[in-house]
């Protein structure tokens, strides 16, 4: 029985790593597989899913319009939907996600941020947690040691900032995994 997967965690967790690596182990046991990224995500080329330890692969782009079911089922042999930077589609993708695991009984790996630097839901990943069979965390660390939860977004100085558009692309140069209690902190010795 197919299930709709949600795999967060915070900036540097492994998430695209992981879901290039959950590809590949489903392409050697001769599975077909659709990697698929929402068109918001042009960091490291509009078609390409790339890991920062250097794992890459071309990937079907998403425009906010499409409809991912009418897509899919373009690709009637796919055995699997991978698809990262999850946060990012629409609520109604992550319906149209939903209706092609329950109707095409294919399996969906949805990876990606569940919150953003001001620790609010991102509506795709709100609707991902409202919806999945399976939510599991990838977790990462904090230079404290404790688990990191919160995308902190840093400027050039290092700075915690709380005000902005809730999209900011970037990678180790704007974010920063943290968890609460250091992020709290900080922003409170910056006031």
Same mark, same amino acid.
Request: aromatic residues 10%; charged residues 30%; glycine residues 6%.
């Given at each position: 029985?197919?299930?709709? +997967?949600f795999?967060?965690?915070?900036? /540097?967790s492994?998430?695209?790593? *992981?879901?290039?690596?959950?590809?590949?182990n489903?392409?050697?046991q001769?599975?077909?597989?659709?990697?698929i990224?929402?068109?918001?995500?042009?960091?490291?080329?509009?078609?390409?899913?790339?890991?920062?330890?250097?794992?890459?692969?071309?990937?079907?782009?998403?425009?906010?319009?499409?409809?991912?079911?009418?897509? +899919?089922?373009?690709?009637?042999?796919?055995?699997?939907?991978?698809?990262?930077?999850? *946060?990012?589609?629409?609520?109604? *993708?992550?319906? *149209?996600?939903?209706? $092609?695991v329950?109707? +095409?009984?294919?399996p969906?790996?949805?990876?990606?941020?569940?919150t953003?630097f001001?620790?609010?839901?991102?509506?795709?990943?709100?609707r991902?947690m409202?919806?999945?069979?399976?939510?599991?965390?990838?977790?990462? $660390?904090?230079t404290?040691?404790?688990?990191a939860? $919160?995308?902190?977004?840093?400027?050039?100085? /290092?700075?915690?900032?709380?005000? /902005?558009?809730?999209v900011?692309?970037? /990678?180790n140069?704007?974010? $920063?995994?943290?968890?609460?209690?250091?992020?709290?902190n900080?922003?409170?010795?910056?006031?």
């Amino acid at each position: 029985m197919a299930k709709l +997967y949600f795999k967060y965690g915070a900036m /540097g967790s492994s998430k695209s790593a *992981q879901a290039l690596i959950t590809k590949f182990n489903y392409e050697e046991q001769g599975m077909s597989v659709w990697l698929i990224k929402p068109s918001i995500d042009t960091r490291d080329g509009q078609e390409i899913v790339k890991s920062r330890i250097g794992l890459k692969q071309f990937a079907d782009v998403i425009l906010p319009d499409d409809d991912i079911k009418l897509r +899919y089922e373009k690709f009637d042999s796919k055995d699997v939907i991978i698809a990262d930077e999850s *946060q990012f589609f629409t609520p109604e *993708q992550i319906d *149209q996600l939903r209706d $092609v695991v329950d109707e +095409y009984d294919v399996p969906v790996l949805c990876f990606g941020l569940r919150t953003d630097f001001q620790t609010k839901f991102f509506p795709g990943a709100r609707r991902l947690m409202e919806l999945a069979d399976s939510i599991t965390e990838i977790k990462t $660390v904090c230079t404290c040691g404790r688990k990191a939860t $919160v995308n902190a977004r840093i400027d050039e100085n /290092g700075n915690i900032i709380t005000e /902005g558009e809730q999209v900011l692309l970037g /990678g180790n140069d704007r974010y $920063v995994a943290m968890c609460h209690k250091c992020w709290s902190n900080k922003i409170k010795l910056q006031k």
